[in-house]
DNA sequence: CGGCCTGTTGATCTGTTTCAATTTGGGTGG
DNA sequence: CCACCCAAATTGAAACAGATCAACAGGCCG
């Protein structure tokens, strides 16, 4: 398990691809350059660390592409997963001197990393990049919560039946089109994402597929069959 | 079940018993005029509302004294307290239209209200407040990636345990001084909050008791015996 | 070609829930 | 002041969802 960047490159910001989506689309021509000039463009190959938990949080990073987890161990090992971080999101929002979770690489990843101090400084003098993060801010909180909703109340069904709804929803896999959802991670990760065991993911999707509500083509896709049950079984939005 | 404020009181900020540790620490003379222009105290009964999810999020507050519960419902019913709220807490940090939950007195509740739009106003002036909400939010998030933990991968014994930890850390009970917790919420709202049921929480203060962990006085006070197993059945810190 | 990791499936086990009383305690009205 | 009333808490027995233990299949890489 090699840990390390595959890539490095300066000045990304000019030709990126999620620069109107991301925090940085609050920013005016001079102030990218700003920005720019304090970024650092990393690739990371599947499984590679980005930081550990506990680590000094001396950076700030935006994914621009393929999927990020987060994750939370207790003391004997058990692994929670806190989130999946997409193209676009913004990574290492935490007023605090080390980070609260580790982030890992599950497919090959990129992402642009800020280093916080010089960060922290853009900020003072750019109320609309603090604004910005302040609605990013807000925004992981309400997932947070229905994730706590979630994981305290539903059962393994609608469990993944939600996961599988939010995966819609906020996977950017290119194939998202007509109901076919792209699953990069493994049951393992799902499991550990939704409060339940592998082999209950695994057939939890067996039985979904089973009644109909999916298709599984191969593991790491799922095929919408029925999406009003589906969105029934979630049973809220998430 | 009655709602609707008991109190109202005008210009109550200069007289705040906890200026200092919420929010409004961060504001000079001047800027205090102007928020305290804009705010209203409110108390309200135990069992009173506060807002509804889904309701126009038309206000922010502060907790100024006693317990808050926010959750979130099921559409059959279950229900999933996110968090609970002591004074100088700040309730309805969202950048959106409606509340994504449910906010209730569990004690006497004091809170100060301010109009979401005239506190925007504020902020756009005000820099140092905005980091201050800035600052708010990640640690709120950090303490709902805590419960996520919690929530996915603890057993009920442990949940119990860093309910109680959290309690004693948080909970301003004025007797909070010799391990003595100060348990506002019933069975109930506890089990809500940590994805139990009433009987099983029950059965595992019971437990806890008998092993000597902690002394149950009364059903609204936990006397912490040994602190030490707590804090490892807690696992982490949460 | 062989080994290994991921996923699936089966059989059993167990922590927690569910269902069902019973007890406790605080508030109220006589 | 006391007796009653009701909600909250506790305790017990039975049921169940999901975990655990175990075996096996398939795909990928060396």
């Given at each position: 398990m090699a840990t390390g960047p595959l890539v490095e490159r300066r000045?990304?910001?000019?030709?990126?691809?999620i620069r109107d989506t991301a925090?940085?689309?609050?920013?005016?021509p001079a102030e990218l350059d700003r920005l720019n000039a304090m970024v650092t463009a990393i690739d990371f190959g599947p499984e590679?660390?980005?930081?550990?938990?506990?680590?000094?949080?001396?950076h700030l990073y935006n994914v621009t592409s393929g999927c990020v987890r987060l994750s939370k161990l207790l003391?004997?090992?058990?692994?929670?997963?806190t989130g999946f971080l997409f193209s676009g999101d913004f990574l290492?929002?935490?007023?605090?001197?080390?980070?609260a979770f580790t982030a890992e690489a599950v497919t090959r990843v990129t992402v642009c990393r800020f280093p916080r101090d010089r960060f922290q400084a853009l900020l003072d003098d750019l109320p609309e990049l603090e604004r910005r993060l302040l609605g990013v801010a807000s925004n992981e909180l309400a997932t947070a919560q229905d994730q706590i909703l979630l994981l305290g109340r539903k059962s393994a069904k609608e469990k993944v039946a939600s996961f599988l709804l939010s995966l819609a929803r906020r996977?950017?896999?290119?194939?998202?089109?007509?109901?076919l959802i792209d699953v990069p991670m493994t049951r393992h990760d799902i499991a550990d994402y939704i409060g339940l065991t592998t082999e209950t993911v695994s057939r939890t999707f067996t039985k979904l597929a089973g009644e109909g509500v999916i298709d599984l083509p191969t593991p790491q896709q799922v095929a919408v069959r029925d999406s009003e049950t589906l969105a029934e079984l979630a049973g809220d939005l998430g």
């Amino acid at each position: 398990m090699a840990t390390g960047p595959l890539v490095e490159r300066r000045n990304p910001c000019y030709d990126c691809d999620i620069r109107d989506t991301a925090v940085c689309g609050a920013l005016k021509p001079a102030e990218l350059d700003r920005l720019n000039a304090m970024v650092t463009a990393i690739d990371f190959g599947p499984e590679e660390t980005i930081f550990y938990e506990g680590d000094p949080a001396s950076h700030l990073y935006n994914v621009t592409s393929g999927c990020v987890r987060l994750s939370k161990l207790l003391p004997d090992g058990r692994r929670q997963i806190t989130g999946f971080l997409f193209s676009g999101d913004f990574l290492g929002l935490a007023y605090i001197e080390s980070y609260a979770f580790t982030a890992e690489a599950v497919t090959r990843v990129t992402v642009c990393r800020f280093p916080r101090d010089r960060f922290q400084a853009l900020l003072d003098d750019l109320p609309e990049l603090e604004r910005r993060l302040l609605g990013v801010a807000s925004n992981e909180l309400a997932t947070a919560q229905d994730q706590i909703l979630l994981l305290g109340r539903k059962s393994a069904k609608e469990k993944v039946a939600s996961f599988l709804l939010s995966l819609a929803r906020r996977g950017h896999g290119r194939r998202g089109g007509g109901g076919l959802i792209d699953v990069p991670m493994t049951r393992h990760d799902i499991a550990d994402y939704i409060g339940l065991t592998t082999e209950t993911v695994s057939r939890t999707f067996t039985k979904l597929a089973g009644e109909g509500v999916i298709d599984l083509p191969t593991p790491q896709q799922v095929a919408v069959r029925d999406s009003e049950t589906l969105a029934e079984l979630a049973g809220d939005l998430g």
